[in-house]
Nanobody, 121 residues
Framework: QVQLVESGGGVVQSGGSLRLSCAAS????????MGWYRQAPGKQRELVAT???????NYADSVKGRFTISRDNAKNTVYLQMNSLKPEDTAVYYC???????????????WGQGTQVTVSS
């Protein structure tokens, strides 16, 4: 099984910055697209940003120009640099990765446990 472990969440004032990290570990043959999602209280989980193994990125309109996703393939780690944070960015942030554990294995999605980000006004 593959584990994704997020870190870097916390409490920050409006306009501040945080950097989230997500490290994948376990039996990994290939790690394809990775991404960050978030879920605020009473709302559905939503996509924040994704990045392919080749570095192609995609962002939700609400975070474009403020958040930057990146990855280190050698470390099986994805990052989310969050700048100019707003109270509406408050949510639990989840890491996701598309994983294959062997050449003949099926690809599946693995999720982290989430890390809380709270932005105070």
């Amino acid at each position: 099984q593959v584990q994704l472990v997020e870190s870097g969440g916390g409490v920050v004032q409006s306009g501040g910055s945080l950097r989230l990290s997500c490290a994948a570990s376990g039996s990994i043959f290939s790690l394809y697209a990775m991404g960050w999602y978030r879920q605020a209280p009473g709302k559905q989980r939503e996509l924040v940003a994704t990045i392919t193994s080749g570095g192609r990125t995609n962002y939700a309109d609400s975070v474009k120009g403020r958040f930057t996703i990146s990855r280190d393939n050698a470390k099986n780690t994805v990052y989310l640099q969050m700048n100019s944070l707003k109270p509406e960015d408050t949510a639990v942030y989840y890491c996701n990765g598309a994983v294959r554990q062997c050449r003949a294995c099926a690809e599946y999605n693995s999720w982290g446990q989430g890390t809380q980000v709270t932005v105070s006004s």
